[in-house]
């Protein structure tokens, strides 16, 4: 299959996933004890004032037609009106779509060069000492449940040796960017949720490369090693790991909801929450959507990357 071909097909799938994906998310929110205007009225409502809520907000209308008149707004950008804000979508979720963008986007700009960097001594020199210190970290990483991480470190790092802020709480997220300091710790527990199997996998990948007989000849001839190492070891040896990424992509969108919630994170992950809470489903369909999309045209990214990459003989 040609590169052009697998890109449509794997857009087509995207398309196909991100309906999917919206529908069932609906569907689930309807099945939530109450409504918006319930939760908007508490226990001293009457009826009658309930039912003219959800008139104003338009939850009187068949619920079919409601989910296909938000899929045909959200088509040209309107994602709809908060039910408990009364303000657009896009103004309620654009803030905290930033923070969690730059959290993810910091993630992986360290991800990428720690988890390389590692795998790569680790793989070049295996059963040495460093192969042993780096194995041995990524598999603790990869084995601490994420809040426990979190918990340490905020009680050793924040409270007791006072290094680095515990949580964002009370502070503004405008401002996050002007104290670093605060990053610190949500960015140690994303990295190593995150590069722990990254770095396993490239490790492997380089053992395994190094001792084909392409590299075993070339080395006999006298082939410069990092020449050896750039152009032919590292594309063949990050071709699995550049397919792994996407999966790699999912844990890092599953672990910024621990991370946000721990460390108080003014992101999406506590907008999606609260939105579920007040039965707010424009905003809850409006953060599924974003983040959605996000995960499949990484994971679709990634699997045409992974694909050029990984050399044409073993590729199915």
Known sequence: MTPGRFALRRVGIAVLQVGILLALVFVLSLWLPGDAADVQGGDFSS????????????LDVAPLQRFLEWCGHALTGDLGISFTQG???WEVIEQPLVSSAVLALMTTLLLIP?????????GLKPDSWWDRAITTVA???????????????????????????????????????????????????????????LVRLIRAGVIDEMT??????ARRLGVPRWSLLTRHVAPNALGPAMQDLGRT????????????????VPGVATTLMDGIGNRDQP??????????LVAIVVNAGIDVAGRRMVPAQVRT
């Open 283 to 292: 905003v809850v369909l409006a953060i599924v959507l974003i983040t959605g």
């Open 114 to 122: 720690i988890a390389g960097v590692a795998g790569f001594v680790a």
């Open 47 to 58: 009826a009658a004032q309930r039912a003219e809520s959800r008139r104003i907000l338009g």
């Open 212 to 217: 084909k007989p392409y590299v075993i000849q």
């Open 139 to 197: 598999i603790v990483a990869d084995s601490v449940p994420d809040y426990v991480l979190a918990l340490v470190l905020i009680a050793y790092l924040a409270v007791e040796a006072g290094w680095f802020p515990a949580t964002f709480a009370g502070m503004d997220p405008s401002d996050v960017m002007a104290q670093p300091a605060v990053l610190v710790l949500p960015l140690l527990v994303m990295v190593c949720r995150v590069a722990a199997p």
């Open 87 to 89: 303000r657009p979508v």
């Open 249 to 264: 992509g999912d844990s890092l969108l599953s672990g910024v909801l621990i991370v946000e919630a721990v460390f108080v």
